[in-house]
């Protein structure tokens, strides 16, 4: 298709939007009315129609699979070297090419390294244990507070004359040692991908004048969720030139707690008064009854700019809630659901996206997925079988029915921590491969004495006899509770404490493994030959089921490596800007959605903001899902539904499930069927 023929497909709005070159120019727009389109097509022509080259420009979004996502759209109109050079790319990735090209300047050396929040908080834990012994929530809220200076666009040497309370002057304390040894260290963080990048073209003009040669027009998506650095960031580069466009939707603002600034679309007129605004007001993505749900929801929030979606795409089905009885029949019910409309409405995998509001959701569903061997894609968030605390589990399980598995043996040999060093085991394998042994029945061999010394053959051997202790147990009766018996006798979770950065990390963690131990105890139960099978035969069931658990993790870790058809696993947070025909929305209970911390903090139009996004990725069907029940904290609480679902027309929800009031629907047709029959009856 040529670029003429793209554009003829677009509204009259959207074409003004792409034809619009000489000036600043603001698209706002509600959710699916084209803004990343514009952008796409602008870039074509900017490069086909405008003779520019792609490498003077820079399109930045905020996700990395929104990023993806862009550049595919584009590589799709940019043939061959049309597209050499061009930047399409997150804020921070953006950040991370101007610090690589101007290190020198900068004060850094080549081969610096990134770190990430954890190494971060590790370095203020050195600095802040300096003065007094502190706790992890102290250092949680000085990184908090550091990373919103660093967005706010605060150095140290302000954030201390600006400090009210002694608790902020600590801060800026810790804040301004932090930035020093991290360049002691050679070493940025996440925040200074955008921060060092803005001061440093602020600070030297001669690197302002190198980038602004280099970048003629600037692309923005997303624009309202940028924060004052990220903002700056662009206006520095742009200030000369004004040949850029941004796009955003005010009610799509959801990282206030990263240091998002929605006032920023206010500041951009001010500071560019020949702004031009242009707002588009058609979808094209979602169904009339999707459309309406997040106009109505999102009205409850204050609007800056008034804004009306209409959707010539038609009214569609429904949006059904489906209340269940609690969070593993919620994920249950999900997945069978997806399985079933697969095959019944020739559906593809890739077709369905399940959205929550925080990773943790998505524990079970994984589960439930994988027993149904549906393939799937966890986006954002460590898949339950990557995380380490699964792995190790996973490891002792496997070594449990196989002590020949290596790899497991030298997984967990020194986890919780044994004193059995790097150098006994390369001692140990050579020997058992001379014997021509597994590691541990070497360990069990009398010659191992002959190549280690005493010590280490004692820790050694202490390790395979817990194993082999446990073993027993598992033959003699109750596997599940031998196998729950050596989790704690090894007191793993002391070791996941001593592990984590914070007691809520090791606590989740450690919820993560008893998750899995109750996962094969069910995987168990529901073998139906394990009903008829003697008691005796236990242990050979506890192997059946944990084989099955590693199969899933095996099958998952391939999934994981073709990207081909899949459902897909998000945040709310990381969808932003993408699109599924089917969305199914789950935990729709209050303290979840919206969260226990932003009905606390007053910040309940933030988590309005995040439900309008949910929903505003559905084109065809929308599935809202909740849980009566629901564990926390160890303990099984009852949820209320969201307040959300009251804020939506009743007369577009279907609802399922719900134990206090009758489905209208069904009433309604119950209603019917009875009007019917006497109708029959009369003839
Ligand atoms: P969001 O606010 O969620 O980021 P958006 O405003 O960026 O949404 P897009 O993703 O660009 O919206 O577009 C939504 C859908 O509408 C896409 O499938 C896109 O291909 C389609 N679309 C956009 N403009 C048109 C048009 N003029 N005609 C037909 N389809 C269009
Ligand atoms: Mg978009």
């Known amino acids: 298709m040529s670029i003429q023929q793209r554009l003829a497909k677009l509204n009259p709005r959207q074409q003004e939007a792409v034809r619009y070159i000489d000036g600043p120019c603001l698209v706002l727009a509600g959710a699916g009315s084209g803004k990343t389109s514009v952008i796409t097509t602008k870039i074509a022509y900017l490069v086909q129609v405008c003779g520019m080259s792609a490498r003077r420009i820079a399109a930045v979004t905020f996700t990395n699979k929104a990023a993806r996502e862009m550049k595919e759209r584009v590589g799709q109109m940019l043939k061959g070297k049309e597209g050499h050079g061009l930047t399409v790319s997150t804020f921070h990735t953006l950040g991370l090419n101007i610090i690589r090209g101007e290190l020198k300047a900068l004060g850094y050396k080549p081969g610096f390294s990134l770190f990430d929040p954890e190494d971060a908080k590790a370095l203020l834990r050195d600095l802040m244990n300096k003065d007094a012994q502190v706790d992890a929530e102290q250092i949680n809220a000085v990184q908090h507070q550091i990373s919103e200076w660093k967005n706010d666009l605060v150095l140290p040497g302000q954030a201390l004359s600006h400090a009210g309370s002694d608790d902020e002057h600590y801060a800026a304390r810790v804040y301004e040692a932090y930035v020093r040894h991290l360049k002691a260290y050679n070493a940025v963080d996440f925040d200074d991908l955008i921060l060092l990048p803005v001061v440093l073209l602020k600070d030297n003009p001669e690197v302002l004048a190198r980038w602004r040669r280099k970048i003629h027009y600037m692309l923005v998506d997303e624009y309202q969720d940028t924060n004052v650095s990220q903002y700056l960031l662009v206006k520095l580069l742009m200030e000369e030139r004004r040949t850029f466009t941004v796009v955003g939707d005010d009610d799509q603002s959801i990282y206030a707690w990263r240091g998002a600034r929605p006032e920023n679309l206010v500041t951009l007129g001010e500071d560019f008064p020949r702004l031009n605004v242009i707002k588009l007001e058609q979808n094209y993505r979602s169904t009339g009854t999707i459309l309406r749900a997040a106009n109505t929801l999102i009205a409850n929030n204050p609007h800056v700019y008034e804004k009306t979606l209409w959707s010539e795409m038609g009214q569609g089905a429904p949006i059904r809630v489906v209340v269940n009885r609690h969070e593993e029949a919620e994920a249950e019910r999900v997945a069978s659901e997806i399985l079933t409309r697969r095959i019944k409405e020739r559906t593809e995998w890739r077709d369905f996206a399940v959205l929550y509001r925080g990773n943790f959701q998505a524990r079970l569903l994984e589960l439930k997925l994988q027993h149904y061997q549906i ?162 035969a236990e242990a050979d069931d506890v192997e059946a089921a944990i084989s099955r658990l590693v199969l899933r993790d095996i099958l998952e870790q391939q999934a994981e490596e073709d990207d081909t058809d899949r459902v897909q696993l998000l945040t709310m947070h990381a969808s932003k800007g993408l699109e599924f025909p089917h969305v199914y929305l789950m935990g729709l209970e209050e303290e979840l959605l919206p969260h226990r911390n932003a009905i606390e903090a007053g910040t309940v139009e933030e988590e309005r903001r995040l439900a309008y996004v949910g929903i505003t990725r559905a084109r065809q069907t929308l599935t809202l899902t909740l849980a009566r029940q629901r564990k926390a904290f160890g303990e099984l609480m009852d949820c209320v539904p969201s307040r959300f679902l009251d804020e939506l027309p009743p007369d577009d929800l279907e609802w399922e499930g719900r134990a206090d009031k009758e489905d209208p629907e069904r009433k309604q047709a119950r209603g019917q069927d009875a009007i019917a029959g006497l109708r029959s009856l009369l003839g």
Request: some cysteine; aromatic content about 8%; overall charge negative.
């Open 375 to 536: 393939p799937y894609k966890l986006s954002g968030g460590t898949s339950f079988f990557s995380r380490n605390e699964i792995k190790d589990a996973m490891a002792y399980l496997r070594l449990l029915i196989n002590p020949a598995d290596d790899n497991a043996f030298l997984r967990i040999v020194n986890v919780p921590r044994r004193e059995i060093g790097p150098g006994t085991l390369e001692k140990l394998a050579n020997y058992a491969t001379q014997r021509g042994v597994s590691l541990f029945d070497a360990c069990h061999e009398l010659g191992l004495a002959e190549q280690l010394p005493a010590r280490a053959v004692e820790r050694l051997s202490r390790f395979t006899h817990f194993i082999d202790g446990v073993r027993r147990r598992m033959d003699q009766g109750d596997s599940l509770a031998a196998i729950r018996g050596m989790l704690h006798e090894m007191d793993y979770e002391a070791w996941l404490y001593q592990n984590a950065s914070a007691p809520t990390i090791a606590e989740r963690r450690m919820a993560n493994v008893w998750t899995l131990i109750d996962q094969l105890e069910k995987s168990m139960r529901r073998d139906p030959e394990e009903v008829e099978a003697e008691e005796s």
